[in-house]
């Protein structure tokens, strides 16, 4: 899988928003500067994260941005699926729904075995454990591994 950079912008964005929550709403401009994301991308990231209600739009001058729903509840796949679809597709169709032929029909199970492996790190991981800065035991110990640090 490849993290998009919108998937980043938006981790980074909500981490700093959840990082503000008892602040009340956060600018726009206040998490780009904070977090160097381009203005026009971040906006368009958050009417995403909106429409999922991730996020919550205040209008008026002490407007901004809020949390939709408490920090403990927003996964990163949540996050991942909102601004970018599913974890993992092939040519933008689902897995499950994709159909091989003959010897090929042993990839179908390859897809659907990533995802479960994804699912495992990004449904545990929440933007409350982000903000705060510590990831669940689970998935800690996964970085603990010479060989995920490594590059292949």
């Not at 909102?82 to 897809?111: C, F, T």
Request: hydrophobic share 45%; charged share 25%.
């Amino acid at each position: 899988m490849r993290v998009s950079a919108k998937s980043d912008y938006a981790l980074r964005a909500l981490i700093e928003i959840a990082q503000h929550v008892e602040d009340g709403p956060l600018s726009a401009e206040a998490i780009g500067k904070a977090q160097d994301i381009p203005h026009g991308f971040l906006q368009a990231i958050l009417a995403d994260l909106r429409r999922a209600g991730i996020v919550m739009s205040q209008r008026g001058k002490a407007g901004g941005w809020r949390l939709g729903r408490d920090a403990e509840e927003i996964t990163v796949a949540d996050v991942v699926r909102a601004v970018d679809g599913p974890l993992v597709s092939v040519y933008g169709i689902r897995p499950e729904s994709v159909e091989y032929n003959g010897a090929a029909q042993v990839l179908q199970p390859v897809w659907i075995a990533a995802r479960s492996s994804l699912r495992e790190v990004f449904e545990e991981v929440t933007l409350a454990a982000l903000a705060v800065g510590e990831l669940p035991p689970s998935v800690e110990a996964r970085t603990h591994d010479d060989d995920a640090w490594r590059p292949h």
